[in-house]
């Protein structure tokens, strides 16, 4: 801890206090869950944090903008830096210990690498919304709809009958990246109960395997459907004049966003710490108020709500008359 500055060092209670609500099981996961796995490897740099983000929140603006410089004012003996991929592949390389914590946005993937041991705990911090983009005239009338489920059915229904007039239109623009973006569209096409097959994808459906980005350069230029996070659009949509705004602020398309920390028991050279100090200045209060205050274009990108970490993280409450 030696390399940590003096000013690190008086704001490492935060760190504790989050190791504390951790060991007690609040947000379902112990620091020490793992410990007898660790292996042999380098010790950890204290000076450096290493993020893998997905590429929504680096292509916001919010990283470079706001919270690494805010972050680093305020601990200045360490300095952070971040690789923007896809969340799977982010969450891959929280497994594998190739950083030291994650942002992403893919809860279910989050889950279930929390509960495996390969994350020690997950904060959400942040929301928004995505939104479903596509071409003029809106051919599948996804803005009549009153969800992103019915949404995807009346897309689907579109292409189906698109098939038998046009068999080489291109309906809908995938990802296909399995990134968190990518997770939320096929949770949506199962809840609306079309089969998504990668093996024998529908005519009217293609992947680019691509990021946001480039994935919406592609929907303009074939005048298709896209699932889309907001930042992304707000940012290039002056270079996309095929496509519109077709539904947004729905339920289902909530977009969360989380920090999760990587297991140091597991891999030695993680920075917990670090990590730690990040995921508290995320959930606090001046940091929850310099999210709210960020805008693109005149807009509110994030939706700060780290006051849900004390009623989504609980334990279940024990059954009335059992021992406490």
Known sequence: MTSLSGKAKRHLVAAVVLLAVAAFGIVGASFAFGADKAVPNASPDYTKL?????????????????????????????????????????????AAGNCDAVIVHSPDAEKTLLASGGLTMRLPFAYNYFIIVGPKGDPAHVSQTKSAVAAFK????????????????????????????NAKELQLWAAAGVTINPASLPSWYQETGSGMAATLQVANQKNAYTLTDV??????????????????????????????????????????????????????????????????????????????????????????????
């Open 50 to 94: 290493l993020l893998e983000t997905t590429t929504s929140v680096r292509d916001s603006g919010v990283l470079d903008k706001v919270v690494i410089p805010d972050f680093e004012k305020r601990y200045p003996g360490i300095t952070v830096s971040y690789v923007a991929v896809g969340s799977g592949a982010a969450l891959a390389a929280a």
């Open 154 to 181: 009346a897309i689907a229904a579109y292409g189906k009958k698109l098939v038998k007039v046009h068999s080489k239109r291109v309906l809908f623009i995938s990802r296909g990246d399995n990134s968190g973006t």
């Open 231 to 324: 930042a992304t659009w707000l940012n290039v949509k002056s270079t996309l004049p095929s496509l519109f705004v077709r539904l947004t602020a729905r339920k289902d398309l909530l977009n969360q966003y989380s920090i999760d920390l990587c297991n140091q028991a597991q891999h030695n050279s993680v920075n917990s710490t670090g990590a730690e100090l990040l995921a508290e200045w995320l959930v606090s209060a001046g940091g929850q108020k310099a999210l709210a205050a960020y805008h693109i274009k005149g807009r509110q990108v994030y939706y700060p709500n780290s006051y849900k970490i004390s009623v989504t993280n609980l334990p279940p409450a024990p059954a009335p008359g059992a021992a406490p």
